[in-house]
């Protein structure tokens, strides 16, 4: 079985091409199945490679030789082992149910088939990136799926804002990406090879703290930082809602943006070497947790408030990264996929009920109308805010319990970010859900629970937000954490350099007793600001507090990166545009042109056609060589 | 042979120089100034002569006979030039009715 994992991106791939190229012939039920089909078949592949894979080395299927120059050797190569077995499995599988839910969502669109090819060649380079033994084949697929997230985000091409967010979204990434880059130059040349197999082994020999792998991970966590939207790059994410949600869903949630941390998790050895940049992650994830955290706070577009939270969710694991948690963060990475890809799927079934609106101001009441999106979005909200025994409490719970041990007033921060976390996803669910309907009559009276190839996607999902964390309960629970025990192999190298000072069952207890007393603080507080006193959020012409103002304006982020980075660009290349391109270069060319056109004019009249001025001057030329020749000597 | 180049030396060496010189300005103040083709072409055929003249006077002074080689030379090509010169004339004058050279104008760009 592990030979055919040739298989697990070819499907998609094969997919692809017929969505891609049928996408005007096929039914739209035919390019559905086959493109659901398709990831199926790579999630059943997977999943055969699950059950069959259980070495403590990764093993390496050789495709072919791809580079070959000097020392310089890349195979084009795919690496099994369990971190790459569950990100398939994650990305094949929550795929396959967003497959099956756009059947529904998109059912109405013109675009069907341009779509699914799209989201069949994301998953093609998800796979791609995931599977890749070396870091020329992850980067393959790391461009390629910000290729697809530029395709997606701007599917509905013909809004002008909907494709700035693309631009704005592939730019952003570019920045990133560069970083990657550089970083792998540097590995090749640190190591002379791109290779993960070769690789590891030789930075484990060096000391903690070199400089050089220093300056690696830290190329590779700015690669990261774009990615997975973290400060400073965070800002396209949330204007990449602008996709469909199956979109937001998939990309902006479970997969894509998760990259990063996976990333970081495959060079975790490298990463645990260079304790300079762990503080640095460690800090960016937790201020990225709180500032996203607090955006949310006051938004009103539903998916708006689900982006800013995945955004914030993504900075908890990379906090778990920093302060060495590579288990917890990926197992963050796990639920968060269930819990978030279906509270995106859910608001998605939301929008969809109510003609395409998103401002939560216009919701309410909707319980009753939709009760299946309802359950089950309250399902993914519990598991986020971190609600034992959903599946969210576990991973957050294991991040927050490694930073306690690393730092305490991290840990505080980080227990107010989840506090913040529950707030904002109860008023979301309390404004949707709760209430009076504050639509228009046209929209109430369309409302209707959403079809089956929607609603069936997000029960599954919903059981997995309900039972995913229990892969992973802590001894303290009375689990066996078979997360940590599997993906032990991965992290060995680092697990064994990081000092583990083992908390006692006692603070352990303390510190989940207080997230959860907090997020039940957080909780009763919306329940009662929301529900109890019917309180919505202000019309965007209405004067708001200082501090609402700062959150609903997103910190003014993309004022200051449009006042300190693109108005001087657009400024110096409106200079390089005005003054050294059109008046230096293309005057210079343009000059030599009209100059030799002038000098032509002029000389042309000697041309007269008058034999006798032509010996004329030739006789003259003659006699002047004559008399040159006469007075040199 | 002999009583060639001894006839040739009896006039000194300065005076043919002075006399091709003249005849070679003679032709080519007669291209210059005349617009009739055939007398532009008279005058051309002076100046190849003045030089002929010229070689020839210098070969006799030096005695060495490649000088006189070069003359025969210049003579062969001088008639295959007037074959060609000639028959241009003709096709200008059956073209225009005329031979002034002012007529090639035309021929300009």
Known sequence: MIDLVWLIPLFPFIGFLICGLGRNILPKAAIGIIASLAVLASFAVSLGIFFEFNGSTPAIIHLFDWIKVGNIDIPFSFQIDQLSILMLLIITGIGSLIHIYSTGYMSHDKGFGKFFSYLNLFIFFMLLLVLGSNYVIMFIGWEGVGLCSYLLIGFWYTNGAYA????????????????????????????????????????QGMVSGDATLTLITILLFVGAVGKSAQLPLFTWLPDAMAGPTPVSALIHAATMVTAGIYMIARSNILFTLSPVTMSIIAVIGLATAIVAAIIALTQTDIKKVLAYSTVSQLGYMFLGLGVGAYTGAFFHVLTHAFFKALLFLGAGSVIHAISDEQDMRKMGGLKKKLPITFFTMLMGTLAISGLPPFAGFFSKDEILAHVYEENKILWIIGVLGAMLTAFYMFRMMFLTFWGNFRGSEEQKHHLHESPVSMTIPLIILAILSVVGGFIGVPE????????SHYLAPVFDASTSRLSVIELSHVTEYMLMGISVAGVVIAIIYAYVKYVKNSHVPLADSEERSVLAKISYNKFYFDELYSAIIQKPL?????????????????????GLGKGSMEASKGLRLLQTGNVGFYIFAMVIGVLGILIYSFFKF | MDSITSTIQVVPLNHYILLSAILFSIGVIGVLIR???????????????????LLTAFSAYSGDASGQVFVFFIMALAAAEVAVGLAIIVMVYRNTSSIDINILNRLKW
């Not at chain 1, 303290?476 to 997360?483: A, E, S």
């Not at chain 1, 110096?572 to 293309?586: H, L, P, Q, R, T």
């Open chain 2, 35 to 53: 617009r009739n083709a055939i007398i532009i072409f008279m005058s051309i055929e002076l100046m190849l002569n003045s030089v002929n003249l």
């Open chain 1, 570 to 590: 657009n400024v110096i290349s409106e200079f390089f545009y005005k003054i050294v391109d059109k008046a230096g270069i293309d005057g210079f060319v343009n």
């Open chain 1, 164 to 203: 700035d967010a693309a631009k704005k979204a592939f730019i952003m990434n570019r920045i990133g990406d560069l970083g990657f880059l550089i970083g792998v130059f540097l590995i090749i040349t640190t190591f002379g090879s791109v290779s993960f197999a070769q690789i590891f082994p030789q930075a």
């Open chain 1, 476 to 483: 303290v629970l009375g689990g066996g954490h078979w997360l």
